[in-house]
């Protein structure tokens, strides 16, 4: 007897073979990953075609051979047009896509990283989401699915000597108004007393130019440490490690922080400089090339 199964199911990759075949590889609801032969689906006969594609959320039909799962049946449930009408959407899209082919191999339940999928894929399609949050989107899914999938990374304290970091208040002032390091709170980071009013700012508030954010803060990123390391820390492992740490600014702190709280609503108000998104690009590649199985 053939078993049939019926699922709801993210696309998120498809391969052409043969002549007129298709392969789906889908991120469903009831079994994790799967990839799926969808015979002759690129024939204008088929039935199949209207009801599944990439980026779309189907509910699939499908049953499963001796060597493959072959696709018996595909109703769409959300085509997220959008992203097809605009370019920047669709390559984060992509982005998004190649990470769960890359660190998501195997057949596995995750609700957790399904109902990422889902939050992510509505806001990408969200007209209103203008293209600097479409960017900010994609390091949104990146760092929270790896989170989901056990890389834990350290944002929070220092990753080497677990000393709390604190972007936020590095600065005490006396009534001179002169700033003074609170060593305590700081953990040994250096006075920058150009950026002391602002550190005072709500906590959303990001440093504004480019002089700022590259001197703010003494802190570091190394993906092998296992996240953000002190100035300490990282003035040792420069002279032991092999691997670099990855001088950052206490507006990558926040960020992070923001971002593996799953705080949209503080997110979407962020405006981050130039030299701070670069630096972001930077250690989220570092964590992808680092933890990805592939
Ligand atoms: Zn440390």
Not at 208 to 220: L, P
Not at 235 to 242: L, M, R, S
Request: aromatic content about 12%.
């Amino acid at each position: 007897m053939t078993l049939k199964y019926k699922t709801k199911a993210f696309v998120f990759r498809k391969n052409n073979i043969n002549e007129s075949d298709r392969v789906f590889s889908v991120f469903s609801d009831d079994f994790g990953r799967l990839d799926i032969f969808a015979k002759a689906i690129r024939k204008n006969a088929s039935k199949l075609r209207s009801g599944i594609d990439i980026f779309f959320m189907s509910e699939i039909e499908f049953i499963q051979g001796r060597n493959k799962k072959t696709l018996t049946d595909a109703v769409v449930i959300d085509k997220f047009n959008n992203l097809y009408q605009d370019l920047e959407k669709f390559k984060i899209a992509s982005r998004i896509g190649e990470i769960l082919d890359n660190f998501i191999k195997g057949e596995e339940k995750d609700e957790d990283i399904f109902n990422l999928i889902n939050e992510i894929f509505y806001k990408l399609n969200d007209q209103d989401l203008k293209i600097k949050k479409d960017a900010l989107i994609y390091y949104y899914f990146l760092w929270n699915a790896l989170s989901l999938l056990g890389y834990h990374l350290e944002v929070q304290k220092c990753a080497s000597c677990h000393e709390k970091l604190n972007p936020y208040n590095i600065y005490n002032f006396c009534p001179t108004g002169q700033p003074v390091a609170s060593q305590q709170a700081s953990g040994g980071n250096y006075i920058n007393p150009a950026i002391s009013l602002r550190s005072l700012e709500a906590t959303f508030n990001l440093r504004e130019t480019a002089q700022e954010s590259q001197s703010d803060g003494d802190f570091y990123f190394s993906s092998k440490e296992g996240g953000i390391i002190c100035g300490n820390c990282a003035n040792i492992k420069k002279t032991e490690g092999p691997e670099p740490c990855r001088r950052i600014n206490s507006d990558i702190v926040k960020i992070l922080r923001i971002i593996l709280s799953k705080d949209w609503q503080t997110m979407s108000k962020l405006k981050i400089e130039p030299y701070s998104k670069r630096l972001l690009e930077d250690i989220s590649e570092n964590v992808i090339h680092t933890f990805c199985p592939s």
